[in-house]
């Protein structure tokens, strides 16, 4: 858990990796009791464990957590830090979910507490 342990959720002055950002944000959907999965593209592995992840169905460019919600609807967050940027797999990734009329957010934050809030007020605007 890095920097959550450490540090305050709210305090800028951390250098919050995306990861951070996307537990944090994991955890308050749990308190919320909402129903999501979380991607592991962005963890390392060997040429083997891509290889067979890819085999498997892992594609590169999908968004870091799956939200579901009621009436059929997904929305997709991808998390980035402050400094983060999208890349071009991410990029077309997201075209592509958007064309099938998904919901795509790129949640860009400086600390983890912002980020739950963002994320938090997503789902509340897709469950009016």
Known sequence: M??????????????????????????RLRRLDILFAGDQNGLPTSKRQAALAKMAGMTAGEPDIRIYLPGGKIVFVEMKTIRGSVS?????????????????????????????????????????
């Not at 979910?97 to 860009?108: P, Q």
């Open 88 to 128: 071009a797999a991410q990029l077309q990734r997201h075209r592509d979910l958007a064309e099938l009329g998904h919901f795509v957010y790129v949640v860009k934050e400086p600390t983890p507490l912002k980020a739950q809030d963002v994320v938090e007020s997503i789902v509340l605007y897709h469950n009016m």
């Open 2 to 27: 890095g920097n959550l342990v450490k540090h305050e959720m709210d305090d800028e002055s951390v250098h919050w990796t995306e990861h951070d950002l996307q537990v944090a944000v994991v955890q």
